[in-house]
């Protein structure tokens, strides 16, 4: 990349390029790998339900966070979601739970009419694409970047995406923020002195993550993973 205008053009190519790969997903093949990105974040993350998790309405074929929030929140989760309150300003999460007044924001995305702003322990946040470092391609608009920026308090971000999203880079930029975690239908990722390692499919609570091995030369997948983990940060 030469410049500004060249990351520009190029991130909007693989953006397009990805999004449109992502709507012509059958919706049964979707629905699996959603079920499993579910299944990962439950075992993986087993005390998401101890604190507010903030997700994003599903845009154009995402993943859908809905089906486990619905079990989050039975088990004393408070769910969030994003509001733009201004262009180029960083975001604000308000609770939700089913029932709640929903308004149509950008892309006619419904966000929660009213209610106090909260700060989420959680963030499922979705992306377009994601690359090897743990760096996100979202939709360009940066608000997520100013969000963590601003928050007094870090929450822990997750991820989200399907695992043909994968790519060696995204171009980072100083004002770039990475996932702490990723999570596709094919397992859990964690960043690890700048890189994403892939754990492996995490096994149920209680129980340590599955080794990776099997799955370190998945052709699935878009970049190259070590072996075996690394120690926790």
């Known amino acids: ?30 629905r699996a790998w959603r079920m499993a990105i579910d299944q990962h974040l439950e075992a993986g993350f087993p005390n998401l339900h101890r604190g507010i998790v903030a997700f994003c309405w599903p845009f154009r074929n995402e993943y859908d966070a809905r089906h486990l929030l619905r079990r989050l929140r039975g088990r004393g989760a408070v769910c969030a979601l994003p509001v733009v309150v201004a262009p180029r300003t960083p975001l604000e999460f308000r ?64 991820g989200i995406a399907f695992e043909f999203a994968a790519i060696p880079t995204i171009h980072p930029q ?43 030369d998945s052709p699935e997948s878009g970049f190259a993973v070590p072996d075996q983990p690394r120690n926790s940060r």
């Open 95 to 158: 609770a939700w739970k089913p029932g709640d007044r929903l308004a149509a924001g950008v892309y006619d995305i419904p966000y929660p009419a009213a209610g106090p702003a909260c700060v989420p322990d959680t963030v499922l946040l979705p992306m377009n694409g994601f690359d090897r470092q743990g760096f996100r391609l979202g939709y360009g608009g940066g608000y997520f970047d100013r969000t963590l920026a601003a928050l007094a308090k870090r929450p822990a971000v997750i």
């Open 1 to 30: 990349m030469t410049g500004p205008t060249d990351l520009r053009g190029w991130r909007a190519a693989e953006r397009e390029r990805l999004v449109a790969a992502r709507i012509a997903v059958p919706p049964d093949r979707l």
């Open 174 to 216: 100083p004002y770039d923020i990475p996932m702490d975690f990723v999570v596709t239908e094919r397992g859990l990722y964690r960043r690890d002195q700048a890189e994403l390692v892939f754990l492996g499919v995490p096994a149920p609570a209680g129980v340590p993550l599955a080794s990776p091995v099997c799955y370190a």
